[in-house]
């Protein structure tokens, strides 16, 4: 795989130049390796996302609107009818 120009450069600068001018060739060259290594290497894969599965969705959904109806009516006075209860926990 072929590093463009600009890369190239960036790397020499950022990575050799220093080590180079202090006569550390050896560390110059091992910091120019490792700097295309990385550059090279594919990034890590993300995590796999936690699904939520359909039934617990559904179950907040109806959660949420059976407590939402409850406020409306008055059922729940005192309480905060935004305070929806968890996936499958119900209503307290």
Sequence with gaps: MESPDIICYRIQQRYMLEPARAGDYDGAVRAGVAAIIRHLRPPAP???PVLRT???????????LER???ARSGML???DPLNTAQPGSGVA
């Excluded at 359909?54 to 949420?64: P, V």
Aim: no cysteine.
């Design 68 to 70: 939402a109806v409850m």
């Design 46 to 48: 993300l995590p796999k």
């Design 54 to 64: 359909a039934a617990d969705s559904t179950q907040f959904y109806l959660d949420s």
């Design 77 to 79: 006075d005192g309480e």
